[in-house]
């Protein structure tokens, strides 16, 4: 186990130097000059290469690279073009409003999805089944946007149940800092819920099949220790699989999410430091979500072991 632990955080190494190396060269190849944009419409030539020269954007490309991953060794992910500040600080600044809509809408969705689609699958081929698969292609078909719009215009301006926009952080109390969060949440969660509820219901169904669960339904055990114990612990390891690979979505998600509910996390931040084409704040936050991503999936890895004893490294 210890081995198999060491190997794939090991592992972890080449893949985030292929990130680095893919998203530095998206941007660097990108057209737009962030030289240009700096010196503004009224620069002459002159102007544009002189900020070049100091921004180092006349160096060869693995020349920069190079001088990318030295810092990036040494977690310094730069200064920003525009505001002068090291990267880190802004990301530092920005990180808490992200990490809570994301920690709280892994919560919402998997204490939502999971028992939907245990029930579904329990009462297969009636009209709660079919509920919950509407609602799954309703949470797939309908842009995270849209369902924020909406929320916000009835839950927020119509009803005045909650904020409509902004952000408490939590020091300042648990009641407004989840009043705040609560509808960026729901719909950042409601693709994630109807992911993890179809794969639940499809992996139960299976589950339901099998004859040791139809030994303990005629041993007389109740419907929900057969659910919940038994059916749903050989499960697990499908779900726990896709509840890994949803967090794709969310960070994806994020940056619409925050932008909708004008939320001052790393999704706002990437879309301004974009706009700007502010390469270094780019290249941090990118850098950021996807060493997430990689330790969430590892994690997933890891606790394949805790649901199926079968499976060893």
């Known amino acids: 186990m210890l081995a198999y632990v060491v190997r794939r955080v090991?592992?972890?190494?080449?893949?985030?130097?292929?990130?680095?190396?893919?998203?530095?060269?998206m941007l660097m190849l990108a057209p737009g000059d962030p030289a240009a944009v700096i010196a503004g419409d009224q620069a002459t030539p002159q102007d544009v290469e002189r900020i070049r020269q100091a921004l180092g954007l006349d160096r060869p490309f693995f020349v920069q690279f190079a001088d990318f991953l030295w810092r990036l060794v040494h977690l310094d992910l730069g200064?920003?073009?525009?505001?002068?500040?090291?990267?880190?600080?802004?990301?530092?600044?920005?990180?808490?409003?992200?990490?809570?809509?994301?920690?709280?809408?892994?919560?919402?969705?998997?204490?939502?999805?999971?028992?939907?689609?245990?029930?579904?699958?329990?009462k297969a081929g009636s009209w709660i089944d079919r509920g919950v698969m509407l609602f799954a292609v309703f949470g797939f078909s309908v842009p995270v946007f849209v369902v924020g719009y909406l929320l916000a215009y009835f839950v927020a301006l119509e009803w005045e149940l909650l904020p409509v926009q902004g952000y408490t952080p939590l020091s300042q109390g648990f009641l407004p800092f989840l009043e705040n969060l609560i509808l960026p949440a729901i719909a950042l969660g409601t693709v994630y819920i109807a992911l993890i509820a179809r794969i639940t219901r499809a992996t139960m169904l299976e589950v339901l099949a099998q004859d040791y669960i139809r030994t303990a339904r005629a041993k007389?055990?109740?419907?929900?220790?057969?659910?919940?114990?038994?059916?749903?612990?050989?499960?697990?390891?499908?779900?726990?699989?896709?509840?890994?690979?949803?967090?794709?979505?969310?960070?994806?998600?994020?940056?619409?999410?925050?932008?909708?509910?004008?939320?001052?996390?790393?999704?706002?931040?990437?879309?301004?430091?974009?706009?700007?084409?502010?390469?270094?704040?780019?290249?941090?936050?990118?850098l950021l979500f996807s060493f997430v991503y990689v330790l969430i999936n590892l994690l997933i890895d890891l606790l394949y072991t805790l649901f199926d004893p079968r499976i060893r490294y």
Not at 87 to 98: D, G, K, L, N
Not at 246 to 261: C, D, K, M, W
Request: aromatic share 6%; glycine share 8%; proline share 6%.
């Open 79 to 122: 200064t920003s073009i525009f505001t002068n500040l090291p990267v880190t600080h802004m990301i530092a600044q920005r990180i808490e409003p992200t990490l809570a809509l994301m920690v709280l809408t892994i919560v919402l969705a998997v204490s939502v999805a999971v028992p939907l689609g245990v029930v579904a699958a329990w």
């Open 10 to 25: 090991l592992a972890t190494i080449p893949v985030m130097l292929v990130v680095a190396f893919v998203v530095f060269s």
């Open 220 to 286: 007389g055990l109740g419907t929900r220790p057969i659910l919940f114990l038994h059916a749903l612990k050989n499960a697990a390891v499908p779900i726990s699989t896709v509840v890994g690979i949803g967090i794709a979505l969310l960070i994806g998600g994020a940056v619409v999410t925050e932008s909708v509910f004008a939320i001052p996390g790393l999704g706002r931040l990437t879309v301004d430091a974009i706009l700007r084409r502010d390469y270094p704040v780019i290249q941090g936050v990118v």
